[in-house]
C-alpha cells in the first residue's frame, strides 16, 4: 500500500533544526563506535535511524538525550547542547526506552499520573502540559488496564505504557527506541497512527527499529548508520535511486502479462500510454522497498567497502 504524507521536511528555512550533530564521535574504551556522525533534523520531521546491531544507535540516541557523555563533536537538541540541558530543556522531550521494568507495584494510571505531575509547571497557553491522562489511556488503548499492576500486564500492554509515558508531557521532540517490539498487528497499527498525529502536532520524532516496514511507513527520511558514520539519508525513494535501483513496472497487453524494470517508471508509461493505450490493462508499479535498499548497503558495509559506498552516494546526490 501506498502511503501518502504530507512533506514535513519543507519547514521555514529560518527555524533551527530541532536536532544537529556535527562530528559526533564515541569511544568505549579502545572501541570507536561513532567516528563522526553528522545530521540533522528540522521540526516535525519523523526520521528513522537504521543500521545493523551494535552499530551504535542506541549509543547517538543516549548522547541526545543527555544520559551519556560523548568523546567529541557537536550536538544541540532543541536548541541546547543536551549535556548541559536542565529540567525545563528535558521537560520538552519525550523518551520511549527499550524497556519499562521498575514500579510493578504501582497501578497504570497511577503510574502515568505521576509522571504527568512532572510537566504541569512547564505548561504554557501555547502548549499545555501534561496530557490528559484519561483520553491518554483511551488512546493507547490502557483504559480496561488503568486500575491494574503494572507487573501484571501483559508484554505488548507494558509497551503502551511505555509510549504514554513518553508522550504524556506533551513533547516537542520523542525518542522511540524500538518502539513496537512485542506489538500484536493491531497494537502495530495504532502506535503508527499515533506518530502520525503526532507529527501532525509538529512533534519531531527520532526512531530507531530494525522493522524496516515499519521504518518505511512512518519516517519522512531515513538515515543508515554503519561503520560508525551516517552512510546515507534520504526519503526512500531518494535511496532507491542512488542505489541505482530499478522499478518494475507490471501490465497486461495483447492478453499476456508483460513486465519491465526501468529506472523511470513515470517516463515509461508515459510512452506506453502514448503507444498503446487502449491495450494497457491491470498496470501496477513495484517501486524497490526500504529493505532491499538498506540490505545493499550493509552488505557493501560488511565487504568493507563503506567508504566506497558513502563517497558514491555524496557524489551522485551533489
Ligand atoms: N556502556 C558500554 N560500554 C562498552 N561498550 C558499549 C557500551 N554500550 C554500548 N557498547 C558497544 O558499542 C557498540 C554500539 O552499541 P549500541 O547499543 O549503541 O548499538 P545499537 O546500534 O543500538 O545496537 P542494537 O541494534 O543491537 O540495539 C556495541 O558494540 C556495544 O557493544
Known amino acids: ?163 504514554a509515558l513518553g508522550v504524556v508531557g506533551r513533547p516537542e521532540l520523542l525518542f522511540l527506541d524500538e518502539p513496537t517490539t512485542g506489538f500484536d498487528p493491531e497494537a502495530r497499527h495504532e502506535f503508527h497512527a499515533l506518530v502520525r498525529a503526532l507529527a501532525d502536532e509538529r512533534c519531531t520524532v527520532l526512531l530507531t527499529t530494525h522493522d524496516l516496514r515499519e521504518a518505511e511507513k512512518l519516517a519522512d527520511r531515513v538515515l543508515i548508520l554503519i561503520g560508525g558514520r551516517v552512510i546515507a539519508e534520504g526519503t526512500v525513494d531518494e535511496l532507491a535511486r542512488r542505489t541505482g535501483a530499478e522499478a518494475e513496472v507490471t501490465w497486461t497487453g495483447g492478453g499476456e502479462r508483460r513486465s519491465r524494470r526501468t529506472a523511470d517508471p513515470t517516463a515509461f508509461v508515459q510512452r506506453l500510454f502514448a503507444e498503446d493505450g487502449a491495450d494497457v490493462h491491470d498496470l501496477r508499479i513495484r517501486r524497490v522497498g526500504l529493505e532491499e535498499v538498506y540490505l545493499a548497503m550493509v552488505r557493501d558495509a560488511e565487504a568493507g567497502r563503506v567508504e566506497e559506498a558513502s563517497r558514491r552516494l555524496a557524489e551522485v546526490a551533489r
Not at 551494535?54 to 538525550?65: D, F, M, N, R, Y
Open 1 to 163: 500500500m501506498t502511503v501518502v504524507r504530507p512533506d514535513r521536511r519543507n519547514a521555514p528555512a529560518d527555524e533551527e533544526p530541532v536536532l544537529e550533530v556535527h562530528g559526533l564521535h564515541m569511544r568505549y574504551g579502545d572501541k570507536e563506535v561513532l567516528r563522526g556522525v553528522d545530521f540533522s533534523v528540522r521540526r516535525g520531521e519523523v526520521v528513522a535511524l537504521l543500521g545493523p546491531n551494535g552499530a551504535g544507535k542506541s549509543t547517538t540516541v543516549e548522547i541526545l538525550e543527555g544520559f551519556r557523555g560523548r568523546s567529541a563533536g557537536e550536538v544541540r537538541v532543541l536548541g541546547t547542547d543536551p549535556a548541559r540541558g536542565d529540567e525545563r530543556w528535558r521537560s520538552r522531550l519525550g523518551i520511549v526506552l527499550q524497556s519499562w521494568r521498575d514500579h510493578g507495584k504501582w497501578r497504570v494510571r497511577e503510574l502515568l499520573t505521576h509522571f504527568a505531575a512532572f510537566y504541569a509547571p512547564y505548561s504554557t497557553p501555547g502548549h499545555p502540559r501534561p496530557r490528559d491522562v484519561g483520553e491518554l489511556l483511551a488512546t493507547v488503548g490502557l483504559t480496561d488496564q488503568a486500575d491494574q499492576r503494572i507487573a501484571s500486564l501483559s508484554g505488548g500492554q507494558r509497551r503502551r505504557l511505555d509510549i
